[in-house]
């Protein structure tokens, strides 16, 4: 038998041969032995020449070796110190390894970790999610991200966003998991902010369209209610047509308070802001309301010291009971109405949440245990004609004016609601240290003496309270719009003791006709009449020195009460 070395072909007794003799020459110890030592020779040159690239290749490999161990723990000290999170999961979900980070983040040891499978320590919401993410990882091989709720239980979840790269020989997948907890916490309020933004814009344009159906609609009532009350002087309180007369004027007022409704939600803020007992105000509504429905048990926790309220007292009034009204269709079958009153203090951060000016605030709170809402009814309350009700039962109308009456008290208020069980509403209202002040209603007729000059474009408007201001002893000029009344006050001078000025007029703004009969007549008294009797243009005049204000509709009592105060 022969084995090829080199170039050449030797027997298998030569190879041994010679390695034995490479033996010896090593050990210096030599043996006598026979046979064809120039073959031997050579052989033993070769073997040393091999053992010498052996020995090289030896060398190369042990600093290979170290190059790879010196990587290999380089690797580990990233994979362990990262300052993000990592996870090594096999096909199975399995965690085979885990750093730091990823530890600190999942609320566990390390060594606790390793064996575990990654879904168990997954919120239940999210186990879809990370099913989905790691079947990807197995059939596309491509990076992919996702995120996910995680955290020991017990503790508020944490979201992190997890990218995984392709699984390495089929078994295991470089998963980087990275706390992204106060970015999404961001995103949502940033989500929430525009949510804001817009439905306050949205609520800012129906307000605009609902001021101007008031203020039509309060001249129509006006003209109404004007009528009637010209007709009853004419025919007395004796009349057999009086008890129609008053039936018709409760009808007209019924209309009013419905304007009234859709005015506090329109307007920037009432002109008869003074301040008031909410105690007051709160404990009478819920007097009322418990006599009307006897299957609802009404639990109030007034806070004894409760402050005083910068608000209008009657459009207060409304708001109670279209919250109570609200709550007793909530609860249809009987329940219980829960209803708190108490003094706070906004920091500047508790108020921004808000949407308030940090200070002292009264807070209330009612709350039932009616059906509740859904998300999307929500949504929609306080949205003026949105009603749940079925038709003839409700104008949709009661919550937007909440909504309205408190924004425009400098207040603020939220619902909370859920289906099945029940709905709060959080109120608060700006607190004042100024003493509470009564409010006295006109009942009588005040005659007077004078000129007094009508200015409103509808016409009837016009006529029918320039005829109540002639029977109380008042001369009259009207006027349909502002450049008319100019001319008239041009013509008559200091001869017209007051004008009763419309705020909305299509040739002239009443802000304009006011600045323009001050130039002409300076100082001449105005009485501003409008349904919107704090807007902005409302504000300006009052700002430049204006008499008073007169809110649309208006009888003939009120109308003689402010005539006279004004002169």
Do not use: W
């Not at 001249?219 to 039936?247: P, Q």
């Not at 949504?379 to 039962?393: S, V, W």
């Not at 109308?397 to 408190?406: E, F, P, Q, R």
């Amino acid at each position: 038998m022969k084995r090829k070395l080199g170039a050449r072909d030797v027997t298998v007794e030569q190879y041994r041969d010679a390695g034995v003799r490479l033996q010896e020459a090593r050990s210096g110890f030599f043996t006598k032995r026979t046979g064809n030592t120039a073959v031997t020779r050579r052989l033993v040159q070769e073997l040393q020449v091999q053992q010498i690239e052996l020995e090289l290749q030896n060398e190369e490999l042990q600093r290979a070796r170290a190059e790879v161990e010196d990587g290999l723990a380089h690797y580990s000290n990233l994979y362990c110190l990262a300052p993000v999170g990592y996870l090594t999961l096999d096909r199975a979900g399995v965690i085979r390894r885990v750093n730091h980070v990823a530890a600190r983040l999942l609320g566990q040891q390390r060594s606790r970790l390793v064996g575990m499978r990654f879904c168990q320590l997954v919120a239940a919401e999210s186990c879809l999610t990370l099913n989905a993410f790691l079947a990807s990882l197995v059939e596309r091989r491509t990076q992919r991200t996702c995120e996910v709720l995680v955290g020991p239980k017990g503790v508020a979840p944490l979201v992190v966003e997890l990218t995984g790269n392709v699984m390495v020989e089929n078994q295991y997948s470089r998963i980087v998991m990275t706390d992204i907890t106060a970015r999404t916490r961001l995103e949502q309020e940033r989500a929430e902010l525009q949510a804001q933004l817009a439905q306050s814009r949205k609520m800012e344009a129906i307000g605009t369209f609902s001021a101007g159906i008031a203020h039509d609609f309060n001249n129509i009532l006006g003209g109404i209610l004007g009528g009637l009350s010209l007709l009853e002087f004419k025919t007395g309180h004796d009349s057999a047509n009086h008890e129609e007369i008053v039936a018709m004027q409760a009808m007209v007022k019924r209309g009013a308070e419905l304007t009234k409704q859709l005015l506090g939600f329109a307007r920037h803020g009432e002109y008869d802001v003074r301040p008031a007992n909410l105690a007051s105000v709160v404990s009478e509504s819920c007097t009322m309301f418990a006599r009307t429905r006897k299957d609802i048990s009404v639990n109030l926790d007034l806070a004894p010291d409760l402050q005083a309220v910068l608000m209008d007292h009657t459009q207060f009034e409304q708001v109670m009971l279209n919250l109570l009204a609200n709550a007793g269709h909530a609860m249809k079958k009987g329940g219980r109405l829960f209803i708190r009153a108490e003094n706070v203090e906004l920091t500047n951060a508790q108020a921004a949440a808000y949407g308030v000016t940090s200070g002292y605030f009264v807070k209330l709170v009612v709350r039932d245990t009616g059906v509740g809402m859904d998300f999307a009814t929500k949504e929609r309350i306080f949205e003026p004609f949105f009603t749940t009700r079925a038709a003839g039962e409700g104008t949709g109308l009661g919550l937007a004016s909440v909504y309205g009456v408190i924004k425009n008290h400098s207040g603020f208020v939220k619902v909370e609601s859920e289906v099945s069980k029940g709905t709060a509403f959080t109120i608060l209202l700006p607190a004042t240290d100024c003493e509470v002040t009564s409010q006295v209603r006109p009942v009588t007729l005040f005659h007077g003496t004078g000129t007094v000059l009508m200015v409103d474009d509808e016409e009837q408007l016009v006529k029918v309270y320039s005829r109540v201001l002639e029977s109380i002893g008042y001369k009259t000029l009207t006027a349909s719009g502002g450049k008319e009344a100019i001319e008239l006050v041009r013509q008559y001078g200091s001869e017209i003791s007051l004008v009763i000025l419309d705020m909305v007029m299509p040739d002239m703004s009443g802000c304009q006709t006011y600045d323009e009969i001050q130039k002409v007549v300076p100082g001449i008294k105005v009485l501003l009449a409008t349904g919107l009797a704090s807007d902005g243009q409302a504000a300006e005049i009052m700002a430049h020195g204006c008499n008073g204000v007169i809110e649309k509709p208006f009888d003939a009592a009120t109308l003689s009460a402010k005539v006279r105060e004004v002169l």
